[in-house]
């Protein structure tokens, strides 16, 4: 429904309501009428069909509080509708206020839909609206990752054209409001039976106005393809798959309208010694078979290259992880993950005669002693 609708339309009539009527006068109305004119309980009359639409139309408006004022403001400007008094007569029978010509105004002024802070009418512009949110990929090193590091993004997406400035207009041409939607930007569309949706305007796109030249680079679309790289922050302890939002970064806005946001999905190259296991990293550190027997103490390697001694305890199992704390992954709080190292217990493949001597010479000395007897016990 177009905006010059509502100075030929009696709202208010439709619902028949006084126009000082509040919102539970009118919702009362509405359901009552379209009760009565529903096309479920009228099969095949057309003319409540058509009072069913009439009512919702109306219930539309005057029961959004913004949309009933500026009806309320479009009919004081209009008082009659169009053409009520006599070709070349004034407009609301105030003489002198012709559309268009010398001493009137531009009628697209008047259903431009906005109004300024005094109630009168003011130029229509193209809607400021929101660049679109732009999303990319970027592939670090596992130690990148770790200590943060800032990368270089090239991105390729829709932007303001250069030529109108995202207008969509001949520069040099004027913008006036668009005849099919009245400038509200929204058709509307009947599904039948009653029903109707509203859809994006097919003339002006949603942008409230047209020109009547359009921008001979972009067709009046308003858009054009850009290319920019831009330097991004990649935070220390960034993750494997994390989404990083870079406010602002994202598709410039048309009309003064503010940038969208720019999504970077991280992906984490995968480290031929450690691992992660949230803000821990993680490390498989081969140890012989005397060393955890016996006990010993060990050089660990660390990811910022500076090894820390760990003591082995006599006795220590394959699989045990030991952790070293505060030299894991950056957490929050300024605080750091720490380092679990697991020990991986190392049985030799060749023997030489001296070392199977004292393997046999170890095997001959615990010979009472059965490892699995445990398990025995246990499954009984």
Not at 203 to 210: D, N, P, S
Not at 290 to 309: K, S
Request: net charge neutral; aromatic share 6%.
């Amino acid at each position: 429904m177009s905006q010059a609708d509502w100075v030929n339309k009696d709202f208010y009539k439709v619902l028949g309501v006084q126009k000082d009527a509040d919102a539970a006068a009118i919702k009362k109305a509405y359901r009552k009428l379209a009760r009565e004119n529903h096309p479920d309980s009228n099969p095949g009359n057309a003319a409540a069909e058509a009072r069913f639409k009439d009512v919702a139309e109306a219930n539309d408006v005057l029961s959004d509080a913004g949309k009933r004022k500026e009806y309320d403001e479009l009919r004081a400007y209009g008082g009659a509708p169009f053409g009520a008094n006599g070709p070349g007569g004034g407009f609301g029978g105030q003489p002198g206020a012709h559309f268009g010509g010398a001493g009137g105004f531009d009628l697209s002024d008047l259903f431009g839909g906005m109004f300024n802070s005094g109630g009168g009418p003011q130029r229509a512009q193209r809607r400021a609206t929101r660049g679109a949110d732009l999303e990319t990929e970027a592939s670090i090193s596992f130690t990148d990752a770790i200590d943060g590091t800032t990368i270089s993004l090239r991105l390729s997406a829709d932007s303001a054209c250069e030529t109108c400035r995202g207008t969509g207009g001949k520069p040099g041409t004027k913008p006036h409001v668009c005849p099919t939607c009245g400038g509200a930007g929204m058709v509307v569309n009947s599904m039948g039976g009653g029903f109707a949706m509203n859809e994006t305007c097919p003339e002006c796109h949603g942008h409230q106005v047209v020109y009547s030249e359009s921008c001979p680079t972009c067709r009046g679309s308003g858009r054009g393809r850009s290319s920019r790289t831009l330097q991004a922050r990649i935070p220390a302890g960034v993750k494997d798959g994390q989404r990083i939002r870079l406010k602002g970064k994202g598709a410039p806005g048309e009309s003064g309208g503010p940038a969208g946001d720019l999504f970077v999905n991280v992906r984490v190259a995968a480290h031929p010694l450690f691992g992660r296991k949230g803000d821990h990293l993680t490390i498989t550190v081969p140890v012989s078979f005397d060393e955890a027997a016996l006990g010993a103490e060990i050089g660990v390697p660390t990811l910022d290259g500076a090894p820390v001694t760990l003591r082995i305890a006599p006795g220590t199992p394959t699989g045990r992880v030991l952790r070293v704390r505060g030299r894991g992954a950056p957490a929050k709080a300024d605080a750091r993950g720490d380092l679990l190292v697991t020990v991986e217990v190392q049985v030799p493949t060749e023997l030489d005669d001296a070392t199977r001597a004292a393997v046999e010479a170890y095997r001959d000395a615990t010979a009472g002693t059965d490892p699995r007897a445990h398990l025995a016990e246990r499954s009984s």
